[in-house]
């Protein structure tokens, strides 16, 4: 299984990024798929996450910002950051095989990452 995320990047307050997770390895289209985020010197949170007949899970820290989507043809999940604020800097990780789809999940495997900074 190999889960490679992209789009991460510097962007400004109030800015957008869209990130890509492009799977292999498995049925992408028979499990849930699932971001979450780490900052340094804490733990990690779980953002948000899909399950194969499309509903989803946002934390409260991002609801109504972000919109997570799959491509089930493409094998990938997109996760779509709107209006982001500096606290939303972290390495965001892409993940599957996860035993619920939020808030906590517990999932077997994760991507390496991908950076997003958001400074002015």
């Known amino acids: 299984v190999q889960l490679v995320e992209s789009g991460g990047g510097l962007v400004q307050p109030g800015g957008s990024l869209r990130l890509s997770c492009t799977t292999s390895?498995?049925?992408?289209?028979?499990?849930?798929m699932g971001w979450a985020r780490q900052v340094p010197g804490k733990g990690p949170e779980w953002v948000s996450g899909?399950?194969?007949?499309?509903?989803?899970y946002y934390s409260d820290s991002v609801k109504g910002r972000f919109t997570i989507s799959r491509d089930n043809a493409k094998n990938t999940v997109y996760l779509q950051m709107n209006s982001l604020k500096p606290e939303d800097t972290a390495v965001y990780y892409c993940?599957?095989?996860?035993?619920?789809?939020?808030?906590?999940?517990?999932?077997?495997?994760w991507g390496r990452g991908t950076q997003v900074t958001v400074s002015s």
């Open positions: 993940a599957t095989h996860c035993d619920a789809l939020g808030p906590a999940p517990d999932c077997h495997y």
């Open positions: 390895g498995f049925t992408f289209s028979s499990y849930a």
């Open positions: 899909i399950r194969i007949n499309g509903s989803t």
